[in-house]
């Protein structure tokens, strides 16, 4: 963050598996921006964990492909994601469940409603110029579906805060 603000160079943060200085290196990017040849302002990029799926409880399904994986790279056995599951948390301990849920808080899980929400949600809180949405889900076809629905999400619900990008 202090490195981009210094030259004047947009910004990107990993905040879909590292969420938890997001706002702290947002704040100090652009408190110390200087306007360059390549830009005259502050322009941040976050990362998002995002799925949709007709129902919540769907999306949350999906959602267990990435959380296993997390679980598995933190056990030291990492590898290609996982199916989903019906029940994460009998999958992993409480601390494991406490460690995924921190370093996946930066996530939108669910319908299409849902994800709106919480699309302007984060917008709003981060103040970003630009999502950066991921999404490890197992199935191919569920995930162009999701991501089908997103661009058709942030096309309707986030085009007043993100513009035209």
Do not use: W
């Not at 947002?26 to 998002?48: E, T």
């Amino acid at each position: 963050a202090q490195l981009a603000a210094q030259v004047g160079l947009p910004f990107a943060f990993a905040s879909h598996f590292a969420p938890a200085d997001l706002m702290q290196a947002i704040d100090l990017y652009r408190r110390r921006f200087q306007p360059s040849a390549q830009m005259d302002r502050p322009h941040v990029m976050a990362g998002i964990n995002v799925v949709a799926a007709d129902t919540d409880q769907q999306a949350q399904r999906l959602f267990t492909s990435q959380q296993q994986a997390f679980v598995n790279l933190r056990r030291g056995t990492p590898g290609k994601i996982p199916p989903p599951i019906d029940d994460i948390d009998a999958y992993c301990s409480p601390a494991e469940k406490a460690m995924i849920d921190q370093a996946l808080s930066c996530a939108v899980i669910g319908s299409p409603d849902a994800v709106g929400r919480g699309l302007r949600d984060f917008i709003s809180q981060t103040q970003v110029d630009e999502l950066i949405i991921t999404a490890n889900i197992y199935e191919h076809a569920a995930r162009l579906k999701s991501f089908g629905m997103i661009a058709e999400i942030r096309a309707r619900a986030c085009q007043p805060f993100l513009g035209d990008q």
